[in-house]
């Protein structure tokens, strides 16, 4: 009887398992293992030690390598940290330079204000008199008089 269903394979034909790249990799994996397992236990304690000392040596000098980089890396950071107090050291002398000539020019205006308040006071007196003169001239000295002066003010 022949096969006439073209999609299942014919009688002779062996039809290979699929597998996976996954299942292949586990496998390499697993086989590996087993090698090294083996060569281990095959060993001699001679070997085991070399081979122990070399794993340990190869260690340290990554942590070697990793300490060196962590130490650079740590000078770097302070330095440049150094770089910014220094330079907020120099601007902090800068506002003080601007706040002590802030601080003339203030004084300055005070004795300039001071002298103009003295002008002005000078004159107010000197026409306080010349308006006593003259009222004294006219006859309206009372207005002027100081008592006058006080009596209005409610003292």
Not at 44 to 55: C, E, N, Q
Not at 142 to 148: D, F, H, I, K
Request: net charge neutral; with cysteine; glycine share 6%.
């Amino acid at each position: 009887m022949a096969n006439t269903d073209e999609r299942q394979p014919a009688d002779d034909q062996v039809t290979q398992p699929n597998n996976s790249w996954r299942t292949r990799f586990v496998s390499y994996i697993k086989s590996q293992l087993q090698q090294r397992k083996a060569k281990k236990e095959q060993e001699t304690p001679t070997d085991r030690a070399a081979r122990l000392t070399a794993a340990a040596t190869v260690w340290m000098a990554v942590f070697t390598f990793i300490l060196a980089g962590t130490s650079g890396f740590t000078i770097w950071i302070l330095k440049n940290q150094l770089r910014e107090m220094h330079g907020g050291g120099m601007q902090t002398d800068r506002i003080i330079t601007a706040d002590e000539r802030i601080a003339r020019a203030m004084q300055d205006s005070i004795g300039q204000a001071k002298a103009s308040f003295d002008d002005w006071d000078h004159w107010m007196n000197w026409n306080c008199e010349r308006l006593r003169a003259i009222g004294a001239v006219f006859g309206f000295e009372w207005l002027y008089s100081e008592t006058a002066s006080q009596q209005r003010q409610g003292g």
